[in-house]
């Protein structure tokens, strides 16, 4: 993870380097003299070797995002509705901040308690659908206000945007965000291959600018879970 971040530092760097190199012309040799009868000779037979030729390597593919769900009218009204019943205006839990893309330290952890605290909110009553897979969000209990809210200033250089949670006693955290066009995503455990399953990731393929409301909870409505909320830009970063 250090040294994603260490590459991501210097994409940031411009260094020029020219190098002029001068050629000495070397003096023309006198012409030698042919001999009086020179021999005929026969030119070798040569056969053409054939080069080898490196193959080239073949670049790393760029992630590409997957497909969008097309929300139905009424998805669209669920995501509407939600923003009744989460606060999303609400001032935040936690805190949050401006976040520019190049943004450093990457990943940038955030502490902050899951769970839903004493009057938690269950997601899972929203009847909403992720607006990245369109999967019905489950179980997740969290607080009416966000924990943070992030406003992101997008580039062109880091095509990703992805929150995780990394919680201290290996809570069930969920993970919930109303992106900039009021579109929801959720998640509860990610079941990447070699990554914690149990914590949740969500990704955000060229990440619109604006503001990101985001909520951490927990699966089973436990609270004062010490956690870590962590933003990156860098495919390698996760839980």
Known sequence: MFIHSLLKAHTGMLFGALAIIGCASSPTPAPA?????????????????????????????????????????????????????????????????????????????????????????????????????GETCGRSFVTRRPDFHFTFQAGTTFPLLRFYVVTENNADATLVINDPQVRWRCNDDNNHEGWNGRMPVIDFHNPPPGRYDVWVGTYDASRNNRATLYVTEVEANHP
């Open 33 to 133: 003299t042919p001999p009086a009868n020179p021999p005929p000779a026969n030119p070798p037979t040569t056969t053409p070797s054939t080069a080898t030729t490196q193959p080239e390597e073949t670049p790393a593919p760029t992630p590409t995002a997957p497909a969008a769900f097309t929300p139905t009218a009424e998805d669209i009204a669920a995501w509407q509705h939600a923003t009744t019943v989460l606060d999303f205006n609400g001032q935040a839990n936690a805190g949050g901040g401006a976040l520019t893309t190049g943004f450093m330290p990457d990943p940038w952890g955030f502490p902050l308690t899951a769970g839903g605290g004493r009057n938690p909110t269950n997601v899972a009553d929203l009847n909403i659908k992720d607006a990245q897979t």
